[in-house]
């Protein structure tokens, strides 16, 4: 395996559940460890090397007790022990909230966000503004997320919801240095709130970003599809599952994440590009495993 061959694969993330979708809107959002680690194992065998979990309880409710997380994570890696594991690191109030199941499994991968931003939810039909929040993600946070994150070796997964928050974290690295390098960016679009997806958006993340940088990109809703396209010609790592949207591209709810994993398979395949193994994934993201 030359770096020639490591730069023609494409990495597929699943994000399983998040901190919003319900069963209301699609029944095949996992709840309990049993759940996680089926849809667990279907996301690995339909080609995804990555999970990227948020702890739920088994009435659906988002919670960041540590414990919850550690039987989450070892029902998944009981059911399939090869998927590599990103834990949220966007929930809960205060640093130590979000820290907490971070620094008890200690993953290949966390996310860290990168701004204060409007969090909205709009149901597209009604119109209705479904949830509203103000998301916080101050300075302290994010230098004490990377320092954390470096200290520990797991690898950031720098969550970016606009170029706001893109120049957050490269004004931050310039000072502190807080991240190794080269970093990973995850390019999420369509959040209410944050930047849409469109080609120009992508380019110029892409840009701005240090020229080193590995990437990934995911869309919200509708822009699931679009942004994970690009991503791919691109040259992109691409991200899929309910947390993101919950419908497969002719508009039919997905049968769970594994479904857009298989879509997002046939994508990569179909611009000539190669899914990537979980052991290629650690070489090209330079993880760390421990668990
Ligand atoms: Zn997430």
């Known amino acids: 395996m030359t770096n020639e061959d490591l730069l023609n694969r494409t990495i597929i993330t699943a994000a399983l559940v998040g901190a919003t979708t319900l069963k209301e809107q ?17 996301c690995y065998e339909a080609g995804a090397s990555i999970v990227h979990i948020h702890a739920r309880t088994d ?30 690191g966007g929930t809960g109030t205060t640093d130590k909230e979000r820290l907490a199941p971070i620094k008890l499994i200690q993953p290949e991968l966390c996310s860290i966000d990168t701004q204060t931003m409007n969090w909205v939810n709009i149901n ?8 509203e929040g103000e998301y916080f993600n ?10 954390v994150t470096k200290r520990l070796g797991i690898r950031p997964e720098i969550e970016v919801f606009s170029e706001l928050g893109l120049y957050n974290i490269l004004y931050i690295q310039k000072q502190y240095q807080v991240f190794s390098e080269p970093m990973h960016f995850q390019y999420v679009f369509g959040v209410v709130g944050g930047a849409p997806f469109n080609i120009q958006n992508l380019a110029h993340y892409r840009a701005i970003s240090p020229s080193n940088a590995t990437w990934c990109v995911c869309g919200i809703a509708k822009d699931q599809f679009k942004a994970n396209t690009c991503g791919v010609i691109e040259g992109g790592h691409i991200r899929v599952g309910l947390e993101d949207n919950i419908r497969m591209p002719n508009g ?6 594994f479904e857009q994993v298989q879509w997002a398979t046939k994508l990569v395949e179909m611009v000539g590009r190669k899914v990537a193994t979980t052991d290629e994934t650690k070489k090209i993201l330079i993880l760390n495993t421990k668990i």
Do not use: W
């Open 26 to 42: 699609n029944p095949n959002v996992p709840y309990t460890p049993a759940e996680y680690a089926e849809e667990s194992l279907k």
């Open 59 to 88: 009435d659906g409710l988002v919670t960041q007790d540590p414990k919850r997380y550690e039987a989450i994570i070892k029902a998944i890696k009981t059911s399939c022990p090869e998927i590599i594991i990103n834990i949220t």
């Open 124 to 131: 597209p039909i009604t119109k209705k503004i479904m949830y």
């Open 138 to 147: 101050t300075f302290h946070t994010m230098i004490r997320m990377a320092r």
């Open 252 to 257: 039919d709810l997905a049968k769970g994440s």
